[in-house]
């Protein structure tokens, strides 16, 4: 019996996990014992983590497929559902727009990132989290904190990195089929074929589209759009001892439709409606040559471009842009000596938008044109020192120069500290720096009678960031708990303010005049109680002021904590999994009111707390899994999202004051179908 299993430890290893299952039985059709005898088949099962806590210098956590299962994941927004440290809401209640929060700051300060390439920057900034399907994505990192120097200077609060589904990897072919009590139908394909030794291709398709009307609130306006969404991607790789070379095409399209609905619309002949139209092409090549595969030495060159193209138009007023990027960066990398990594490139980015709008909610309004162009080539350095597993240290420094704020150095520094394999310290500190590009990256707030102000000569936002964490591996019995505790402090020298409480009518683009800081707190504790069962414990508390019309107060719309709780449970062989999400979401403030005819305040000064539940159980079967959960079961929804909704043409019209859920449950079943050659 113990020459067996020596036998299936050995077939564990060569075979691994297949990913898709946190608890997976393998199937070999014959195996010969040390003794002779045959066996003819073996049944092996283990464990994988959906979350992972990477090794590396980076306080970075990665998200594999295993994760990804537990809830429904239709893209990229939904994939953080059972995730601490990344907070997922509409931007307002009209538009579907969905904005994340890292460190207790908008997602624009975070850099997104694709297979390692900087996208989603401007106008696709604000729908971005629905670009991504989940059933193409391989895995997520997000780093907090500054990060390294080599992917640019944007970064200010951290990274997340979206690795697509490879064409190089093992073969596979799936399938998902989803559909939730919205009406809300998604389908995804993907599939990879090895052409010969060298060359292997990818295909991956999205399809969803959500045509009913809902409004359960019964103010007049869709809880959520429509939305008619189609995306393919085509990849390509030549995989050659020395010379590595990928590619990849994207193309998607969607369109989303708002406002006014049902009898409301019927019985007014001037509807306020929501109309908005995405293009999006994207395209990159990847080129590697290895001189030196024992010293990593290597020269890599990254070309990438996109265009986005969009039509948005809110009631009467518009905003349309056509986007074009391109970005090129070539690096060098190699080891030298046993303790030292050189890292050094070049890198040019280039942006080019050209727009046309109306801000004034009338026909008769001003239809303005503007036209930024930005070219930036930049140089970094990097050195790393590397002391066996018990200490690293790495400094990055780069230089940039823009064509419209001119020279600029980004620093950073990491430092990593593991004495033992109990604990391990980390520490950051960098610099980080963002154009703005308002209109494109905030146009959902134009679903609003506000009056939009854009100040002149904006800054070009600058920010320290600053950063501790400790990771415990602490023995219970026979398992491992595992806890991680960290603080980050961001502190802007320069900041777009956008300011909701100056002017309760208005909404205010401004430089930032004063001070302006995020401190956040967050411990989590992960522990395996019992075979197939884990439980992860997590609470972050958040402290974000910024300089309101010179008074120094708390950002508004913005939770002061947050409680997470995850449960997993995968009984016997994995054939079931059960999971369960509850959230805790902690109250903030919200903008200035107006003052109403009554002389009393239009809203309350702040909202409070609130709880949401999700929970999904699953059913694996050899090639394929059902599924079905539920999302926000607790059914909290915020009530009267959308102010002044019985007259959107009126300047107390106002759809971006959310700070919680805007629809109640929803329910859901799915199909996912998986071919993995072994």
Known sequence: MKRINIIIGILLLNIGVTEGKGLEDKDSTEVTTLDGKRISEVTVSAHKAGRVKMSGLANTEMINAN??????????????????????NYADAATGAQQIKLLGLSGTYVQMLTENIPNYRGAAAPFSLGYIPGPWMQSIQVSKGASSVKNGYESITGQINVEFKKPQATPFADANLYYNSKGKLEANVGANLHLSKRWRTALLGHYEILDKNHDDNGDGFADLPKIRQGALQSRWAWMGDHYVFQASVKGLKEHREGG???????NNTHP????????RYEAFTKNAYIFDKERATNIALILSGSQHHENAVYGHKFYNTDQRNGYASLMFESDFGEHHNISTGISLNHDLYDQRYRLENTMKGEELKERDEETTPGAYVQYTYKLGDKLTAMGGLRWDHSNIYGSFITPRMHLKYSPNDIVTLRASVGKGYRTNHVLAENNFLLASGRQIVIDQDLDQEEAWNYGISAALKVPVGEKTLELNAEYYYTNFNHQLLVDLDTDPHAVHFTNLNGDSYSHTYQLEATYPFFKGFTLTATYRRTNVKSTYNGELREKPLTNKYKGLLTASYAPGLGKWQFDVTLQLNGGGRLPTA????????SWDERYKGYEQLSAQVTRFFRYWSIYAGGENITGFKQKNPIIGANDPWGPNFDSTMIWGPVHGAIYYIGVRLNWNKI
Not at 260 to 266: F, I, K
Not at 272 to 279: A, K, M, Q
């Open 272 to 279: 306020y409606l929501i109309d908005i139209t995405n293009e």
């Open 260 to 266: 006014q609905v049902g009898h409301h619309a019927a």
């Open 67 to 88: 994760e990804l299962l537990r809830a429904a994941c239709c893209n990229l927004g939904e994939s953080f559902t059972t995730n601490p440290s990344v907070d997922v």
């Open 594 to 601: 107006y003052t109403t005819a009554e002389g009393l305040p």
